[in-house]
């Protein structure tokens, strides 16, 4: 069982970056891909960005793409989310998740293992 937790959620200005982070523990957090989820209020959870086992695979969502880039570190059992020039339309709780492959978090959007969110909030 694979326990997913995320930190680094804050406020920050519109324009501004925060780097979020995702720390695994309880399985083999190399052999996993890893992607981000959001969700603001009133709409449903959207995939965000997704990253394979090994890095050489990395997706995004055309809404943070050339704004947000998902990175992992399998040594420290983190995967990270930095996300500049944040914008009024980013806000939202975001997810961090695992599962066997990208594909199930990019095109299903069901990963098997979720973290319970940190909260982004963009001051315009």
């Known amino acids: 069982q694979v326990q997913l937790v995320e930190s680094g959620g804050g406020l920050v200005q519109a324009g501004g970056s925060l780097r979020l982070s995702c720390a695994a523990s309880?399985?083999?957090?190399?052999?996993?891909?890893m992607g981000w989820f959001r969700q603001a209020p009133g709409k449903e959870r959207e995939f965000v960005a997704a990253?394979?086992?090994?890095?050489?695979?990395?997706y995004y969502a055309d809404s943070v793409k050339g704004r947000f880039t998902i990175s992992r570190d399998n040594a420290k059992n983190t995967v990270y989310l930095q996300m500049n020039s944040l914008k009024p339309e980013d806000p939202a709780v975001y997810y961090c998740?695992?599962?066997?492959?990208?594909?199930?978090?990019?095109?299903?959007?069901?990963?098997?293992?979720w973290g319970p969110g940190t909260q982004v909030t963009v001051s315009s």
């Open positions: 998740a695992g599962d066997g492959t990208t594909r199930i978090m990019r095109v299903h959007g069901t990963p098997t293992y």
């Open positions: 309880g399985g083999t957090f190399s052999s996993y891909a």
């Open positions: 990253i394979t086992w090994s890095g050489s695979g990395i």
